[in-house]
């Protein structure tokens, strides 16, 4: 059972670049999330979706743009990459709403 | 504004010693969580409570709702309990996110 598996671990872009960081669960979760991870910060939401084809935006969404065409996967784009999205990305997913969350391994993302 | 405050930020303690973090938020809650982040970085869920105490092995877990309170507790601390505590609420009935509390840094010494 792989659970929540996140690709890739590490990046470095250049800015302007573009990049998609990949999110696949195996759990048949409803529920996915996409959050960032900021020294002296606490995990701040970017984006939701509580289902294939829906999605909504969280605290921080500008920059970012994601998709849910199939429940098993919810990949995050970053259309053209600032130093300021410098960051860990971490994903989640739940069964539903008042369930347990299960995170991905977190992708660290340097932008020069 | 719906914080989530948690204390002490960084905690050193010997191994053995009985361990308490705690979370504080400002407005009722429909859920609370607990999180684990290693060195390594992964995240790993504790628990989830809504009301009472829970406890899985040495982790016990306890929310008082009307003091907007929840505390975790370690006890018999071990070297391998060194990580990141983060406590994360979801304010409101239908409320679809979490809000997360900085984390409390625990070193526990052998």
């Known amino acids: 059972n792989a659970g929540v598996t996140q690709t890739p671990k590490f990046q470095v872009l250049k800015t302007g670049q573009s990049m998609t960081l990949q999110c696949a669960q195996d759990?048949?979760?409803?529920?996915m999330s996409w959050y960032r991870q900021d020294p002296g910060m606490g995990l701040r939401l970017i984006h939701y979706?509580?289902?294939?084809?829906?999605?909504d935006q969280g605290e921080v969404p500008n920059g970012y743009n994601v998709s849910r065409s199939t429940t098993e996967d919810f990949p995050l784009r970053l259309l053209s990459a600032a130093p300021s999205q410098t960051s860990v990305y971490f994903c989640?997913?739940?069964?539903?709403?008042?369930?347990?969350?299960?995170f991905g391994q977190g992708t660290r993302l340097t932008v020069v | 504004k719906n914080e989530v405050e948690q204390s002490p930020q960084n905690l050193t303690a010997q191994e053995g010693e009985f361990i308490t973090i705690n979370c504080s938020y400002s407005?009722?809650?429909?859920?609370l969580h607990w999180l684990q982040q290693h060195p390594g970085g992964g995240i790993v869920s504790l628990f989830m409570?809504?009301?009472g105490k829970k406890k899985h092995g040495r982790l016990i877990a306890t929310i008082n709702i009307q003091e907007k309170h929840s505390s975790l507790h370690i006890t018999a601390s071990h070297p391998r309990d060194s990580a990141v505590y983060i406590c994360?609420?979801?304010f409101g009935q239908g409320a679809q996110k979490l809000v997360f509390g900085q984390g409390t840094r625990l070193t526990i010494n052998p």
């Open positions: 979706s509580v289902g294939a084809g829906i999605t």
């Open positions: 409570l809504s009301s």
């Open positions: 989640a997913s739940r069964m539903r709403e008042f369930t347990e969350a299960f």
């Open positions: 759990m048949n979760h409803e529920y």
């Open positions: 994360a609420v979801r």
């Open positions: 407005v009722g809650i429909s859920a």
